[in-house]
């Protein structure tokens, strides 16, 4: 397990404001996918960025992704209230047959 | 609308006792995978399956068990010797590979009684 990859845990901000949630891993990957779980409720795949691919946007969503640094991050601009919700990065493990989630970041944004 | 249904959304268990969480599928998806969250934390793999009629061990296997007759479902049974089974088990399914993304179903909150 590969636990605790993403920080910081627990994030709070006023409605409006930018989100910024990192993802940090130690293998060689060639994606990684970020995905929002809302309480008690399954995970939805929210954008996955390639290896070769340095940014990503998808609505108000922008990731990144270093491959030198072996770190990605999720940048949710203009957050809503309804952004409430926790984040999860996924990548492939050491043998690239399956996902490795992280621990996740659980985003409050304020109304 | 095709997605994934998991049964039941609450299960109670006894001391010694076997229960088995339902996930069927109707997205024609070929994997299919079985995930434990506990209260606050990420995703562990239990077991998967990438392909009708063949399934490998995930990352927390034991005490846990497995079926894959058809490419729809995908069973999964916490036996009595997972002695620590409370948790929230989350069924996903993808058209294969680990560059395609994952559709998870909304889970199964398993107490011990």
């Known amino acids: 397990s590969q636990q605790g990859e993403e920080d910081p845990q627990a994030l709070s901000i006023q409605e409006g404001e930018n989100a910024t949630m990192n993802c940090s891993y130690k293998t060689s990957i060639n994606n990684l996918q970020w995905y929002r779980q809302n309480s008690g409720r399954g995970l939805v795949h929210l954008i996955l960025i390639r290896s070769n691919e340095r940014e990503k946007h998808s609505g108000r969503l922008r990731v990144t992704l270093d491959t030198s640094k072996k770190s990605s991050s999720l940048l949710i601009t203009a957050s809503r209230a309804a952004d409430t919700a926790s984040y999860f990065c996924a990548h492939p493990n050491n043998a690239g047959n399956m996902l490795t989630f992280g621990g996740g970041t659980r985003l409050m944004v304020k109304p | 609308d095709g997605g994934i249904t998991q049964s039941p959304k609450y299960l109670f268990r006894k001391e010694g006792q076997n229960v088995t969480l339902s996930c069927e599928q109707n997205l024609n998806h070929d994997a299919m995978y079985w995930y434990r969250q506990d209260p606050g934390q990420g995703l562990r793999l239990i077991y998967y399956s990438q392909i009708v009629n063949d399934f490998q061990k995930g990352d927390i296997a034991e005490g846990y068990s497995v079926s894959r007759e058809k490419k729809e479902s995908f069973p999964l049974t916490v036996t009595s010797a997972q002695k620590n089974p409370t948790a929230f088990y989350l069924c996903?399914?993808?058209?294969?590979?680990?560059?395609?993304?994952?559709?998870f179903g909304d889970g199964t909150r398993l107490s011990i009684l």
């Open positions: 996903a399914s993808s058209t294969g590979g680990n560059t395609q993304p994952q559709h």
